[in-house]
């Protein structure tokens, strides 16, 4: 027994604890990765729908607005287009949690030596690259819709999609947490996607909505995503001041326009919350 | 049949019988109103090959699940490598490898890949796993396809490819969930060699469940289990022994009345079993000229066997595995419902 208790450890490495949960977390995330470079077809798919609100419904519906003053209907829609991306990536990447649960692969995971937490972390930081990576392409796209390149703009943008990648990517993860079967989770996912991004105020401006549905889009989480995004490129943007402040309103509670801070806060809190009752319904054991 | 008597307390001394490797005392799962385990008590033995027989839905399965921490049991205890399966999940986990029954592989990676990220997750230094890597996929002969997506392997190859990852991690205990369930024969016969090849190798203590009869043999201890409760256990040979008496089956045309005139005029209690009148006696080869001298019932023919654990199995439950098999068609219900339950 002694000899074989040798053998184990030497086949172990030291630590524990958190360093165990750590690399688990690492290797989950890698096999979110690897799995996401070989799948071209994905890559390339989840941009079309993106390119086709950009493109073709901006377009035309650029060309039924009175021109207003140098800011191009798409630039207004470019932020919208950009939350789209990263939010419909993050949610369809938590589709792999349902997948893997489907085909057996869930249970290589379940019985190994490490929190189910760490596996959902995994996940989450996984679908967060991924879609961080998908809004990127996106990205720069800026100069075709009047969009500059500047190195401040760009590093605010990418940090924010960083952080609503992750808060979207754990809100589908606590959708998939209890599901069993992908067509259900395809369902549930379709239920949820087109409402939060029409609500959002990403292809127009919440204020148009009536009284009763903008109260709905304060409840909407992809609102707190989309509005730094596009105060941070109207902030770059040549264009009358007045056209710009229309377009651009930000988020109203009351009569408190909310700081761009705050709705960081926001979506932080938001994923935190998500991702501690992801990992809560995750982690029951029969 | 040594396996009882569990309530005593575990030895702890280097001197005498080993201390097991699995511990299990009155241990029951109840998913509803189905109660899928029923209070069974074993002990494995450090680098024994212990087997759970029975037909599907008998239990084996669940108990597996239990030992792996995949469930929880309704009550009774179980330890596995030291470790208590409720108090210390993780370090039975540590400590264990697993074969599922439904693949668990990915296989939209290549083997070489599954295999890294099952190293990685239990923290195989990085040093090591090259070394290791090369051995087990050596000694699974997949050392060719290491490089290919998993998807493009036939189910030989994928069951070869998860008993090589159960071992990636030198596990102490290796399960195996019916590892040769639905693969050819052939296939099975491989996967039998590498399986006793690697117990020489690693040292390991192997727990399998099945329900094939000559996978059992294999063995060099089993658990008879039915309707989630051990009925014996033993080696192959002492619990064969025990039956002792060797098995006649009749081929008759009318099953019906030989048993009849069994029961009347011989004293025996014979049952039909896959279309043939079968029973059990001492001495069948002295018994069976009488028999077709006196036995009024035309008989078309006769087949005396020696005991196996088919007859084991009869003798302590009163059915053949196979038969046990079609009965139990009823009960994959709740089998499928506690598959369900893993998987979350």
């Known amino acids: 027994m002694s000899t074989t208790a040798l053998a184990i450890g030497q086949v172990r490495e030291p630590g524990g604890g958190l360093r165990d949960e750590l690399a688990a977390i690492a290797v989950v995330w890698h096999r979110e990765l690897l799995r996401f470079a070989r799948n071209r077809l994905r890559m390339v798919t989840s941009l079309v729908q993106p390119l086709l609100f950009l493109f073709i419904l901006g377009s035309g519906l650029s060309s039924m607005l009175p021109s207003s003053g140098h800011v191009n209907f798409k630039t207004f829609m470019f932020p919208g287009i950009i939350a789209m991306t990263v939010f419909f990536t993050a949610l369809s990447s938590a589709l792999s949690i349902v997948w893997d649960r489907e085909f057996g692969f869930m249970r290589e995971m379940l019985v190994a030596p490490v929190h189910r937490g760490s596996i959902v972390l995994g996940k989450c930081a996984g679908g967060a690259t991924v879609a961080t990576l998908q809004g990127i392409v996106i990205l720069a796209l800026a100069g075709v819709v009047n969009v500059p390149y500047s190195g401040g703009l760009l590093l605010t943008l990418v940090g924010e999609m960083v952080l609503m990648a992750i808060s979207l990517t754990a809100l589908g993860l606590l959708l998939a947490s209890r599901m069993t079967q992908v067509e259900s989770f395809m369902a549930v996912m379709n239920f949820v996607m087109l409402p939060m991004f029409f609500l959002s105020g990403a292809i127009f401006p919440p204020k148009g909505l009536p009284a009763w549905l903008s109260v709905v889009t304060k409840f909407d989480p992809l609102t707190y995503a989309v509005d730094p995004v596009r105060r941070a490129v109207f902030a770059h943007v040549q264009g009358a001041a007045s056209v710009k402040q229309a377009l651009s309103a930000g988020v109203r509670w009351g009569h408190w326009t909310l700081p761009i801070s705050v709705e960081l806060a926001v979506i932080a809190a938001i994923g935190v919350v998500m991702l501690a009752l992801a990992m809560q319904q995750f982690g029951r054991t029969e | ?344």
């Open chain 2, 1 to 344: 049949m040594t396996v009882t008597g569990l309530h005593e307390p575990v030895r702890t001394d280097s001197g005498g019988e080993p201390e097991p490797v699995v511990s299990v005392a009155s241990l029951s799962k109840r998913f509803g109103d189905v109660e899928a385990v029923r209070g069974v008590s074993f002990r494995v033995a450090p680098g024994e090959a212990f087997a759970f027989l029975g037909p599907n839905g008998a239990g084996k399965s669940t108990t597996i699940s239990i030992l792996c921490t995949l469930l929880r049991p309704t009550s009774g205890q179980a330890a596995v490598a030291g470790f208590d399966v409720l108090e210390d999940p993780l370090g039975v986990r540590r400590h264990i490898g697993l074969v599922f029954q439904d693949p668990t592989l990915d296989d939209y990676l290549t083997a070489e890949e599954n295999l890294r990220f099952h190293a990685q997750l239990y923290r195989v230094p990085a040093s090591q796993i090259a070394r290791r890597l090369d051995e087990v996929l050596e000694m699974v002969e997949l050392t060719e396809r290491r490089h290919s997506l998993v998807r493009t392997f036939s189910g030989g190859m994928k069951r070869r490819l998860e008993i090589a990852r159960g071992l990636m991690h030198s596990p102490q205990v290796l399960f195996l969930d019916e590892p040769t369930v639905g693969l050819d024969p052939q296939t099975r016969a491989h996967i039998w060699s590498y399986i006793n090849e690697l117990r020489v190798r690693e040292h390991i203590t192997m727990f399998l469940t099945t329900h094939y009869m000559d996978e059992a043999e294999n063995c060099e201890r089993l658990a008879i289990i039915d309707h989630g409760e051990i009925v014996a256990t033993g080696t192959p040979e002492t619990l064969k022994q025990a039956v002792g008496k060797d098995r006649i089956e009749l081929h008759v045309d009318d099953p019906a009345e030989a048993i009849d005139e069994l029961r009347d005029e011989f004293g025996i209690e014979a049952r039909l079993s896959e279309g043939f009148v079968a029973f059990h006696v001492t001495g069948a080869e002295e018994f069976a000229p009488r028999l077709l001298t006196e036995l009024r019932t035309p008989t078309r023919s006769i087949r005396i066997a020696r005991p196996t654990l088919d007859d084991v199995f009869m003798a302590y439950t009163g059915r053949t595995i196979r038969d046990a098999e079609a009965s139990a068609s009823e009960r994959m219900h709740s089998r499928s419902m506690a598959r369900a339950r893993m998987r979350r």
